[in-house]
């Protein structure tokens, strides 16, 4: 039998099936994300329009303009201008996403026109625990972020927020809690500035807008 | 080669009923009752599931001549996990809507011991069609007792089958069977009638 081999021989022996087949699976695997990764951008992009009233309030989605910016970290990013049916700026959505507790999750993050201000926060994909780390898609969780400040970090308390830019964590999923704010906060330093330079000086009178309508 | 072994029209129909998955063999009960509040979901879930395994139990017996004992388990893994992602991007592309309300439940059908089992049992110790036919007979056995369960907990939740209304507008809906505590309590008594009615045919078969 094969297993009676020399030494160095008798792992290749054992092993070849395994490594034939992950590179075949590999190979295949490729072969799908290649000719479907299009699509599942466009579904997203799709999503991302679909949702942009509901993250920059009184926006009408159809009038939605796409910018695409250098951030701080060297690498393009695309960001939307949210503008309301008459063409008055009514803020900004950007796509951001990280690590998460189980894999990557995307985020859009609703910011108002003068960049102040989160105005909404929409999960696009995750994976994390169910029942645990999936609450950060709920409109309760995500609600949380609302209204917070951009100028200082957000950070996650276990505990009732004292100050405007603390965020409480969803018990049992801190790991959850904390990659949603890292993510935000990443994205909040990396492209604040790009977009403002892009927004120009007019922007930042238009005041922030009000409930949102869903 | 001399096959040993039930043949291809036993594993077939011992999959849907006599060896049913869910309710003879209690495998896979995460997305039994995770994904059975509504029949669209449970059966978008029972096709991926039907896709994996079927396609992991026809691979696995192509190779079954290769496989080394101690290693086999790292293969069937292998396998799985490769349509298993085949079929989450299939889902993320063309049904995009269900891909999102699925979530974690695509890939977990990674862990799904159903498919595990029947490479273990069918496909890498019989040929080719024998494992197909296991697969989809498994399949069938699988998207039935999804089926039973979110259609339960669909009428009796929400007063809708598929999203069409079965129930008079004035169904209060009961809220508990669309959330977790009803998947329990629809599969405790589904199971329980199941095996009541095995208990029943084994005793009538016995007196005569």
């Given at each position: 039998?094969?297993?009676?081999?020399?030494?160095?021989?008798?792992?290749?022996?054992?092993?070849?099936?395994?490594?034939?087949?992950?590179?075949?699976?590999?190979?295949?695997?490729?072969?799908?994300?290649?000719?479907?990764?299009?699509?599942?951008?466009?579904?997203?992009?799709?999503?991302?329009?679909?949702?942009i009233?509901?993250?920059a309030?009184?926006a009408?989605?159809?009038?939605?303009?796409?910018?695409?910016?250098?951030?701080?970290?060297?690498?393009?990013?695309?960001?939307?201008?949210a503008l309301?049916?008459?063409?008055?700026?009514k803020g900004?959505v950007?796509?951001?996403?990280?690590?998460?507790?189980?894999?990557?999750?995307?985020?859009?993050?609703?910011?108002?026109?003068?960049?102040?201000?989160?105005?909404?926060?929409?999960?696009?994909?995750?994976?994390?625990?169910?029942?645990?780390?999936?609450?950060?898609?709920?409109?309760?969780?995500?609600?949380?972020?609302?209204?917070?400040?951009?100028?200082?970090?957000?950070?996650?308390?276990?505990?009732?927020?004292?100050?405007?830019?603390?965020?409480?964590?969803?018990?049992?999923?801190?790991?959850?809690?904390?990659?949603?704010?890292?993510?935000?906060?990443?994205?909040?330093?990396?492209?604040?500035?790009?977009?403002?330079?892009?927004?120009?000086?007019?922007?930042?009178?238009?005041?922030?807008?009000?409930?949102?309508?869903? | 080669?001399?096959?040993?072994?039930?043949?291809?029209?036993?594993?077939?129909?011992?999959?849907?009923?006599?060896?049913?998955?869910?309710?003879?063999?209690?495998?896979?009960?995460?997305?039994?009752?995770?994904?059975?509040?509504?029949?669209?979901?449970?059966?978008?879930?029972?096709?991926?599931?039907?896709?994996?395994?079927?396609?992991?139990?026809?691979?696995?017996?192509?190779?079954?001549?290769?496989?080394?004992?101690?290693?086999?388990?790292?293969?069937?893994?292998?396998?799985?996990?490769?349509?298993?992602?085949?079929?989450?991007?299939?889902?993320?592309?063309?049904?995009?809507?269900?891909?999102?309300?699925?979530?974690?439940?695509?890939?977990?059908?990674?862990?799904?011991?159903?498919?595990?089992?029947?490479?273990?049992?069918?496909?890498?110790?019989?040929?080719?069609?024998?494992?197909?036919?296991?697969?989809?007979?498994?399949?069938?056995?699988?998207?039935?007792?999804?089926?039973?369960?979110?259609?339960?907990?669909?009428?009796?939740?929400?007063?809708?089958?598929?999203?069409?209304?079965?129930?008079?507008?004035?169904?209060?809906?009961?809220?508990?069977?669309?959330?977790?505590?009803?998947?329990?309590?629809?599969?405790?008594?589904?199971?329980?009638?199941?095996?009541?009615?095995?208990?029943?045919?084994?005793?009538?078969?016995?007196?005569?």
């Amino acid at each position: 039998m094969s297993e009676t081999n020399t030494k160095s021989g008798s792992y290749i022996g054992q092993a070849w099936l395994v490594i034939l087949l992950s590179l075949a699976f590999g190979a295949a695997l490729a072969g799908v994300q290649t000719s479907l990764s299009g699509r599942i951008a466009q579904n997203k992009q799709a999503e991302t329009y679909s949702v942009i009233p509901q993250l920059a309030p009184g926006a009408d989605e159809s009038k939605t303009a796409e910018f695409i910016l250098t951030g701080k970290d060297g690498k393009e990013a695309r960001v939307y201008q949210a503008l309301a049916s008459d063409g008055s700026p009514k803020g900004w959505v950007v796509p951001a996403s990280g690590q998460g507790f189980g894999d990557v999750i995307e985020l859009l993050i609703g910011l108002s026109p003068d960049l102040s201000t989160i105005t909404g926060l929409y999960v696009l994909n995750q994976k994390e625990t169910p029942g645990l780390g999936d609450y950060v898609t709920g409109q309760d969780f995500r609600d949380r972020f609302k209204g917070r400040p951009t100028d200082k970090p957000i950070v996650i308390v276990k505990s009732e927020p004292q100050a405007d830019n603390e965020v409480r964590a969803i018990t049992g999923a801190t790991i959850s809690s904390e990659s949603v704010s890292g993510i935000v906060n990443t994205a909040l330093a990396n492209l604040q500035e790009p977009i403002a330079q892009r927004s120009g000086p007019g922007a930042a009178n238009l005041p922030a807008p009000g409930p949102a309508t869903e | 080669m001399a096959e040993e072994g039930p043949t291809a029209l036993e594993r077939f129909i011992n999959g849907i009923l006599p060896e049913n998955p869910v309710y003879r063999q209690l495998l896979g009960m995460c997305p039994v009752l995770a994904v059975t509040n509504g029949v669209k979901p449970a059966l978008t879930m029972a096709g991926a599931t039907a896709f994996v395994l079927i396609c992991a139990n026809v691979v696995t017996s192509l190779i079954r001549g290769l496989l080394k004992p101690h290693l086999r388990i790292l293969v069937f893994t292998l396998t799985i996990a490769t349509f298993v992602t085949i079929a989450d991007k299939f889902l993320a592309a063309y049904v995009y809507d269900m891909s999102k309300q699925l979530g974690p439940y695509v890939p977990l059908i990674i862990v799904n011991c159903i498919i595990i089992a029947r490479c273990e049992v069918c496909a890498s110790k019989q040929g080719v069609w024998t494992a197909f036919a296991d697969g989809v007979g498994m399949s069938i056995g699988f998207a039935l007792a999804l089926l039973s369960i979110a259609t339960v907990r669909e009428i009796l939740g929400s007063g809708t089958w598929f999203k069409l209304h079965v129930l008079p507008a004035s169904w209060p809906g009961w809220g508990i069977m669309v959330l977790p505590p009803g998947a329990f309590l629809t599969l405790g008594i589904l199971l329980g009638t199941a095996e009541w009615f095995g208990m029943r045919r084994r005793r009538a078969g016995k007196g005569q």
